[in-house]
């Protein structure tokens, strides 16, 4: 199992995923509000930005691209209503949400 350090900004719904160092990484931009974070070099998937996360979350419009990662999308969904209400506009946490391949 690998892990993911997750940041999420309650103010404006946006969820931040990383699962390796995004230093040397770009923003893939979608039409579906998920921002993909690739290393330059090796295109490897460094971490994603889901904008309007639990608004998606709870009409369940959320892209089916989470489940191809294999990101239990319950498990973080629980975690970020954990970081909602946490005290600080923006929360952290570190999980284990999915497998490595």
């Not at 103010?11 to 690739?38: A, E």
């Not at 009409?59 to 498990?75: G, Y």
Request: aromatic share 8%; proline share 2%; glycine share 2%.
């Amino acid at each position: 199992m690998r892990t993911m350090k997750i940041n999420y900004d309650s103010r404006f719904d946006t969820l931040y995923l990383t699962f390796s160092s995004s230093d040397n990484s770009y923003g893939d931009d979608s039409s579906d509000s998920i921002i993909l974070l690739r290393d330059m070099d090796t295109e490897e998937i460094t971490g994603l930005t889901i904008l309007s996360f639990l608004k998606k979350y709870r009409a369940k419009t959320l892209p089916k691209r989470l489940s191809e990662l294999d990101i239990s999308i319950e498990a973080l969904a629980d975690e970020v209503r954990h970081l909602a209400n946490s005290p600080s506009e923006t929360g952290q946490s570190v999980l284990t949400l999915f497998k490595e391949q």
